[in-house]
């Protein structure tokens, strides 16, 4: 059995990030009383948090094999606009019930997704194109594509039920936290206790010695990126229903948080490491720096650049890391 030591050894970054969270919430308490820890605020940040932390997971899956998906938030919403022509068209015919328009736009955007993930899991898995190549092409796709169908415009007109999504609470609790928490579950029993999710690592760790060993490593980074697409899905309908219509900018920014948010986490870049409680906690962090900063009146831009110093300085520290770690080994 493993006792204390070995457990805290294994999951140090975690404890780290926990206790990184609280001084910061003590911080911007402070820096902000009365504001910033408040019932209110938290369910602001409730809202926001939902969509970038399941982008987060996807993304971190896709990390774990050494691959990275730089289209997540454009197939999120190519999926959402699709979603949102299907429901806009169903409501202007009339005498359809909400629930079925609604329950038709999910399926749609669930559907556009999963066909973005297997076009990435062909050409990265099949094909053997780098990742990051595949995902800057495929980007560019389906952004261009988005584009082209709303004239940059956005799509609205869906029935006002579908609305209470992302803009809906249960008491003080964000319909979309109660999404968030299912998701993370999901994601946690599919990538911490399934053999799917041990294949994960293994790819990551050593793609030829996990194939040597008779795991199909196609299908494995071909589940990944549909997984990864999915949650993209997931992400989409919550932006959609948040600002009650789809258009190609929405969530620009989530890409660079999506990836700070996994390294920060403990996620290796280069695979074979990383946990989703880990990516879940970065993102509290991230979500804290920005409402905190928000509050407080900082420039929006200042924290983008925060959070990019953030990538770079995690980024920095594991690579020293790993190079001691190498020349002790030696």
């Known amino acids: ?48 948090m939902a969509e970038f932390g399941i982008l987060a997971i996807g993304m971190s899956v896709v990390i774990m094999t050494g691959g990275i998906n730089l289209s997540l938030v454009n197939s999120a919403m190519l999926a959402a606009i699709a979603g949102a022509f299907l429901m806009r068209g169903m409501n202007e015919l009339g005498g359809i019930p909400d629930p079925l328009i609604i329950a038709c736009g999910i399926v749609a955007v669930m559907v556009v ?72 579950l999901l994601a946690y029993f599919m990538v911490e206790r399934t053999p799917w999710g041990v294949s994960v690592y293994m790819v990551g760790g050593n793609e030829k010695a996990t194939r040597f060993s008779g795991i199909n490593t196609r299908a494995v980074l ?16 919550l932006i959609m229903s948040r600002y009650n219509s789809a258009r190609a900018d929405y969530g620009s920014s989530y890409t660079l948080q999506a990836v700070a948010a996994t390294v920060l986490g403990g996620t290796d870049i280069n695979g074979g490491s990383g946990h989703i409680l880990g990516t879940v906690t970065a993102v509290c962090i991230l979500q804290a720096v920005s ?19 953030i990538l770079v300085v995690v980024l920095s520290v594991n690579f020293f890391a790993s190079r001691i770690r190498g020349r002790k080994k030696a």
């Open 1 to 48: 059995m493993e006792s204390a030591r070995e457990h805290f050894s294994r999951n140090k970054n975690l404890y780290f990030l926990l206790a990184l969270l609280v001084v910061l919430i003590g911080v911007m308490s402070a820096l902000a009383p009365g504001k910033f820890l408040t019932v209110r605020n938290f369910k602001n940040m409730g809202f926001q």
């Open 113 to 184: 997704s999963v066909l973005c993930g297997m076009v990435n899991g062909y050409f990265a898995a099949y094909i053997g194109v780098a990742p990051l190549l595949v995902t800057l092409g495929t980007q560019t796709v389906f952004n261009g594509i988005s584009l082209n169908i709303t004239r940059g415009s956005g799509i609205s007109g869906f029935p006002a039920l579908f609305q209470r999504i992302g803009a809906g609470s249960l008491g003080s609790v964000p319909y979309t936290m109660l999404i968030y928490l299912a998701v993370i």
């Open 222 to 237: 071909m589940k990944v990126y549909i997984f990864s697409a999915v949650m993209a899905g997931i992400a989409g309908i």
């Open 291 to 309: 409402s905190g900063f928000n509050i407080i009146g900082i420039n929006r831009n200042i924290t983008d650049i925060v959070t990019g110093l």
